[in-house]
């Protein structure tokens, strides 16, 4: 999203009317999810996806008018039954698009600009759009809502507004739209991005790394192995960095409660050499891959050591959710769900 948001600022400062098409909702099996969003420019290149296919074929074609009236509008996609059957589709179900006519005008880039900026930034807010319906006209342009219910945008929203969307919105990891008797909002939160620090580029590191990027984490992925510790094997990874050794490479590191650090290295020393670094930080999660006999071994090395037991307690380990995985895809789930359970209670305790 990051990265789409900083094209889509780009263009706009590049003087470039543009249309986006956004995911508002979605029933049963569509391939994507609310918030998912494409740039479309006037040429028909796009950027970013809503599922591809005849989806995003639609979205285009419709664009094309939009440039022309300048006027935004939704549509409903159905990929059940006759439509299904067309696509060759296993999915199914339904989304519903928001195609907007996005001029390049001051008010768009300056809340696009600053939605950018919480983005990277982690600062918890809610871009909010208000959209039309058959009773209410949308009034003013899209805005940005900070937590303390103050508003950056052209228009800024009514008070009791914007202390409706925050009370229902605000603690919520996902673009929702929100009907009030104000009228009808989409709202797209931003939270703190949690950067997921891999130690060790073996076997189980490549899918682990992989569904972690899938689902939003920045990934950092680490060895001292450059043959292991590379772009070929890792292209979807946020950072790729060779250590020296395991024994002191944690200090250097931006590690904080947004941190998630996970110990998948390819030998006993090393996992304790880790774990004794990594129970020393702040990171929001410490996890170690390995047996419970091996786990119960290593703490002992640190309870000697002087770690307090209360705090390797807190540690994740062995790694992973009980879904009696075997291979390295199956535990890279087991993993990353593991991860997805631990962010989303962050999330809420945070807000």
Not at 55 to 64: N, Y
Not at 83 to 106: H, Q, R
Not at 313 to 320: D, F, L, Q, R, T
Request: hydrophobic share 40%.
């Amino acid at each position: 999203m990051k990265q789409l948001i900083e094209k889509l600022c780009n263009l706009l400062d590049d003087g470039e009317d543009l249309v986006v098409a956004t995911i508002l909702a979605r029933r049963g099996s569509a391939p994507r999810t609310a918030g998912s969003k494409m740039i479309i420019r006037v040429n028909g290149e796009i950027f970013g996806t809503i599922g591809g296919g005849l989806v995003e074929a639609r979205a285009q074609e419709t664009a094309r008018e939009i440039f022309k009236t300048r006027e935004s509008r939704t549509f409903l996609f159905d990929m059940t039954g006759a439509m299904a059957d067309t696509m060759d589709m296993i999915c199914g179900g339904e989304v519903e698009i928001l195609l907007e006519y996005i001029p390049a005008i001051d008010d768009n880039r300056t809340v696009f600009e600053a939605w950018q900026d919480a983005l990277k930034t982690g600062r918890n807010c809610l871009l909010v759009t208000p959209l039309a319906t058959e009773t209410h006209s949308p009034f003013g342009q899209r805005c940005l809502l900070h937590a303390d219910a103050s508003c950056f945008g052209p228009v800024p929203l009514l008070e009791e507004i914007r202390l409706a969307l925050l009370e229902e919105t605000l603690s919520s990891r996902y673009p929702t739209m929100l009907n009030l008797k104000h009228g009808l909002f989409f709202v797209e939160p931003s939270h703190a991005p949690v950067t997921l620090f891999l130690f060790g580029a073996g076997h189980v590191c490549q899918p682990t790394a992989a569904l972690a990027s899938m689902v939003g984490f920045n990934t950092v992925v680490l060895d001292d192995r450059e043959e292991f510790a590379n772009r070929r094997r890792f292209p979807g990874a946020n950072q790729i960095i060779v250590v020296t050794d395991y024994d002191d490479c944690m200090s250097h590191l931006d590690i904080d409660d947004h941190s998630y650090l996970v110990i998948i290295s390819r030998g006993h020393r090393h996992d304790q050499s880790l774990l004794h670094q990594a129970v020393q930080t702040g990171a929001g999660y410490v996890g170690m891959i390995g047996s419970r006999g091996k786990r119960d071994k290593i703490y002992r090395n640190l309870l000697s050591e002087g770690i307090p037991l209360e705090t390797l307690n807190k540690v994740y380990a062995p790694i992973g959710m009980a879904i009696d995985a075997e291979t390295p895809e199956e535990i890279a789930v087991s993993i990353v769900g593991e991860l997805i359970k631990v962010r989303a209670a962050h999330q809420q305790s945070h807000d």
